[in-house]
């Protein structure tokens, strides 16, 4: 096996075991140790391939990112936790993002990712049924598995509009809405307010739009009819401020706003904002709460790490953005080119609109889940939470296999008169 492949399977494994925390819902599987093994290997095969990176603008701000939270180290309000949390995202940054940037690069690789994140939502959300609505490991707490279910819930989805045998839409279906009723067991709020956005911008995206609502409706009527009792009236209090949970959460947003005033270069730094609250960098007023997050990811950005991280997670962002713009259909069957589709084999046309289909609709299912993301965090402390980051170098390396695939495919293709050819669909490049 080549280096690439492990560096694949590596990269692989180790989003399944550190996000997806598959490790603690099999038995046993916690004392392989996998996600130290496959930290280790990908910091040697990340060193071995460094030279083939490409550096686009997604690596540069991540890297960036990064740095954004050491002066922490030296100027934070809790340095022993700081210090764990760069440790952390020191591996997640120069392991994993650069790993699944670089190792990460065939169709058939994103189409293994595809399968494995289906797998996990369906994995997360019995789990999160059947445990009264937590998750695995440092997914416990009901808020983290339900943004993370929210993120993952377009891929079931988008799934379902390949060609499949009646056995596999069925099963997809079923992965679609028991992800549907995992976010509903967690009873978070977050989590519903994502759900909401995600299942609008599917049905957005999607050509089949009456029957989509129509199945969205009907799935939505089961959960609520089999869910929690509180479901509805936890959702109905979403928009009262005046509700005990949206006043504490108000109150923590001002807080932060107010950390930022007294700190906007570095900020408190990294998960040092209830050190920073205790410290007395604030007035709290003498009010008393047992809470020590500041209840939503973009305040959180601004109070732990000032302006120094909100540049970088800003551009992180766009850079987000722009990979899913560019990964759209109508882009993408712009970019094959009238010569192309002018000079080829049909057989090969056909394959060629078979993959840019999944492009796309991978593309969208990444760029949808890191929107769910971005309405989820607005109410949960989720900036150092590995699944941001994840998705935002799953839908680089998307990007990056596009343009590779493309190239390759403008180099293979065959004409008119010649004799059909497939893909090649695991085809690479030096580089």
């Known amino acids: 096996m080549s280096p690439r492949r492990i560096g ?33 290997l990908l910091y040697v095969l990340v060193i071995m391939e460094l030279r083939t990176l490409k550096w686009s603008p997604m690596v540069i701000w991540r890297l960036v990112f990064f740095t954004a939270m050491l002066p922490g180290l030296m100027f934070g309000f809790n340095r022993g936790m700081i210090f764990v949390t760069v440790k952390n995202e020191f591996a997640l940054v120069f392991a994993f993002f650069l790993g699944a940037i670089l190792f990460f690069r065939t169709m058939d690789d994103l189409r293994k990712v595809q399968s494995a994140l289906i797998a996990l939502a ?99 009527a089961a959960v609520l009819a089999i869910g929690p009792p509180k479901l509805m009236s936890e959702f109905e209090s979403i928009s009262d401020t005046h509700e005990t949970t ?14 930022f005033l007294a700190r906007p270069i570095f900020g408190v730094g ?3 904002w209830g050190d920073a609250v205790w410290s007395g960098i604030v007035s709290t007023g003498g009010r008393h709460f047992g809470n020590m997050t500041p209840h939503s990811v973009y305040f959180q950005l601004i109070s732990e790490l000032g302006i120094a991280g909100v540049i970088p997670w800003v551009a992180l962002v766009i850079s987000c953005f722009f990979c899913f713009k560019y990964l759209l259909p109508s882009n993408l069957k712009r970019q094959m080119g009238a010569e192309i589709r002018s000079n080829a084999n049909p057989l090969f046309v056909k394959e060629l609109d078979e993959r840019q289909k999944f492009f ?24 150092f939470y590995p699944m941001f980051t994840t998705f935002a170098c799953i839908i680089q390396a998307t990007r990056d296999t596009w343009d590779r695939d493309l190239h390759i495919l403008k180099i293979v293709k065959p004409q008119k008169d010649s004799v059909p050819v497939p893909v090649p669909v695991t085809a690479d490049l030096p580089g």
């Open 360 to 383: 796309s609709n991978f593309g969208m299912a990444v760029g949808i889940g890191l929107l769910g993301f971005m309405a989820s965090g607005a109410f949960l402390s989720v900036l």
């Open 8 to 40: 694949f399977w590596a990269a692989l494994i180790f989003m399944l075991v550190s996000v997806g925390q598959i490790h603690e819902m099999i038995p046993g599987l916690r004392y392989f140790k996998l996600g130290s093994i496959t930290t280790i």
């Open 246 to 259: 949206a006043d504490e959460r108000i109150f923590y947003w001002g807080l932060s706003w107010k950390m």
């Open 122 to 220: 369906g994995a997360l959300s019995l789990w999160a049924i059947t445990h009264s609505g937590r998750g695995p490991g440092l997914l416990g707490d009901e808020n983290d598995v339900a943004i993370f279910m929210v993120m993952l819930l377009p891929f079931p989805f988008f799934k379902l509009l390949e060609k499949l045998s009646p056995r596999s839409f069925i099963m997809y279906l079923m992965i679609f809405f028991s992800t549907l009723a995992g976010i509903a067991s967690t009873i978070s709020r977050g989590g519903m307010v994502g759900t909401v956005v995600v299942l609008s911008a599917c049905w957005l995206k999607t050509r089949y739009k009456i029957s989509t609502i129509v199945v969205v409706i009907l799935m939505l």
């Open 270 to 272: 990294a998960r040092a």
